[in-house]
């Protein structure tokens, strides 16, 4: 079965810093997609961005990027620049498998950014 | 402004009360879910809806029950709840099995209260 791990229950990063959230997945899976959320207090879930097993470049949205490691079964974002904004708590999640809609979720690193 | 829309924000209500959350997007997804999410942990799976047939419930209680009444929209009836279901539910929407590539999109959720 699909897991997902985050070893970070919290991080700190000074603005205008980059800051790395780890992430690992046990699949058997040839074919997956891991998905990074973002969760202000307010509560919504926000897409960051996306990583298919089968890409061959790291995705990227603007500030965003996953360093994916497939061997090493890692998948952790990195963000550039970090912003007071950016303070919120972070999911990774894949799907439970190729052909099902369910998500599986990791615990979360919540991000605490300071001036 | 998130494209998925839950009403309402907040809702307190007693455990003898019936009550309703309601979730619309005009994505054009056929794929919805349903999640609740307790503090300072990862959403949990309720239910999904694919093509606006109930395909997963998460052995949930009865005392929620999904509906599904076209392909935009998504309620969840809530009847004689107990304290413990204080949560926040989250609404998201998907394309249908993509096999791992589409993000689902999620709503700003509704907290709920059970007196």
């Known amino acids: 079965a699909q897991k997902i791990t985050q070893t970070q229950p919290g991080m700190f990063v000074q603005e205008k810093e980059a800051v790395t959230l780890d992430c690992t997945y046990d699949?058997?899976?040839?074919?997956?997609?891991l998905f990074w959320y973002k969760q202000p207090s307010s509560g919504e879930m926000i897409f960051l961005i996306y990583q298919g097993s089968y890409d061959e470049q790291n995705a990227t949205e603007g500030r965003y990027s996953l360093n994916f490691q497939k061997a090493r079964k890692s998948a952790n974002l990195v963000i550039s620049a970090s912003q007071l904004g950016d303070s919120a708590m972070y999911f990774c999640?894949?799907?439970?498998?190729?052909?099902?809609?369910?998500?599986?979720f990791g615990t979360g690193t919540r991000l605490q950014v300071f001036p | 402004d998130t494209e998925v829309t839950q009403t309402p924000k907040h809702l307190v209500m007693g455990m003898t009360n019936k009550k309703s959350l309601k979730c619309e997007q005009h994505?054009?997804?056929?794929?919805m879910y349903w999640y609740k999410q307790k503090a300072k942990k990862p959403p949990e799976l309720m239910f999904v809806y694919s093509y606006e047939k109930l395909s997963i419930n998460e052995s949930v209680p009865s005392r929620f029950s999904p509906e599904c009444p076209n392909s935009s929209l998504l309620n969840l009836h809530l009847h004689a709840l107990q304290p413990e279901d204080s949560a926040l539910y989250l609404c998201a929407s998907s394309q249908v099995r993509t096999g791992g590539t589409q993000p689902q999109h999620f709503g700003d959720g509704t907290r709920l209260s059970i007196l």
């Open positions: 699949t058997s899976d040839q074919s997956y997609g």
């Open positions: 994505m054009g997804h056929r794929a």
């Open positions: 999640a894949m799907r439970e498998g190729y052909n099902t809609d369910k998500l599986i």
